[in-house]
């Protein structure tokens, strides 16, 4: 620890130490030596430059291979239960007067008591009436989308691809990207898979996985764990899918299985990963969505 101290105090090229007239600064890459000036920082970079590649990617594992504490999906603002990240299984509504993921259980209710008592239709969160017509739900969706609001961007974008757009689908999902939007990332990671709207890039669909990874996008993070086995690193592939089988992504989960079968998954590892899974989907459960989903089932 001491001799990372010295480094840190003293120009890693000329050796000169900080004072009140000498500032050194840091390498924004690794963070691991310090510069008087920018010309000893050019002298040093060949013998320099390997040790940086080295940290930097260190660096970013720390970030990658980090548990988000989410999905991507996070929690319904009304009942503050996580969203299921399965989305076959359920139903989120986005509201287009103040851009909110609803549950399918907190809009049933709002919905079954607006009935029961003849109130009118409103935003179960704002309270905001419901559009009347499609002309009017279009014109929120695009108020929303010209405030960049990232979901609404996404929306956009998913709608334009429907159209066979791809060219503006790729517009909106980059805006909403920029913006954060993990599911952004992950679609426009499967626009650079098959090239459309844009040139088949590898290196960017992994970037763009990546990202939506780090931001608790459980698939996102399953399909970058293919990637990484497809590549040959079995290793960095198992952590991968045990992090998106944390966020309780049924994918991961299967993967785990298939792998643990051929000795590529430890028993811990495994079990640990079931326990993590099945936590994640009971988290997104409760008597109010499961009336909800048996009322969807049977058109009440």
């Known amino acids: 620890m001491s001799k990372v101290l010295d480094a840190m105090d003293a120009c890693a090229s000329c050796g000169i130490t900080a004072n009140d007239d000498i500032k050194l600064k840091i390498c924004t890459a690794c963070k691991l030596v310090r510069y008087c000036s920018v010309k000893c920082q050019k002298d040093h970079r060949s013998k320099h430059k390997r040790a940086c590649k080295q940290r930097v990617a260190e660096l970013r594992d720390e970030i990658l291979f980090q548990q ?27 509201t287009g007067c103040c851009g909110k993921m609803i549950c399918e259980g907190c809009d049933y209710a709002n919905k079954k008591r607006e009935v029961a008592e003849s109130l009118q239709q409103r935003c179960p969160f704002c309270r905001h009436p419901a559009p009347k017509t499609v002309k009017e739900a279009d014109k929120n969706s695009s108020r929303r989308v010209e405030s960049n609001d990232p979901l609404s961007l996404n929306a956009a974008g998913v709608d334009r691809y429907a159209e066979g757009d791809y060219s503006s689908a790729f517009k909106y999902w980059t805006k909403a990207a920029e913006l954060g939007d993990a599911e952004a990332h992950y679609h426009l990671f499967i626009l650079y898979q098959l090239g459309k709207g844009v040139e088949k890039d590898r290196k960017k669909e992994v970037y763009h996985l990546e990202k939506a990874a780090i931001a608790g996008h459980p698939i996102g993070r399953y399909y970058l764990g293919c990637a990484e086995f497809d590549d040959g690193s079995i290793e960095r592939a198992v952590k991968h899918w045990i992090i998106a089988a944390n966020l309780g992504c049924d994918e991961a989960i299967q993967k785990l299985k298939e792998y643990y079968k051929y000795g590529k998954v430890s028993k811990e590892d495994f079990a640990t990963a079931l ?6 989907v009971d988290a997104t459960k409760s008597s109010q969505r499961r009336e909800a989903a048996e009322a969807n089932m049977y058109g009440k």
């Open 68 to 94: 988000p504490e989410s999905s991507h999906l996070g929690d319904c603002p009304i009942c503050c239960l996580p969203h299921p990240v399965d989305r076959t299984k359920a139903v989120v509504t986005v």
């Open 275 to 280: 326990r993590g899974h099945q936590a994640a």
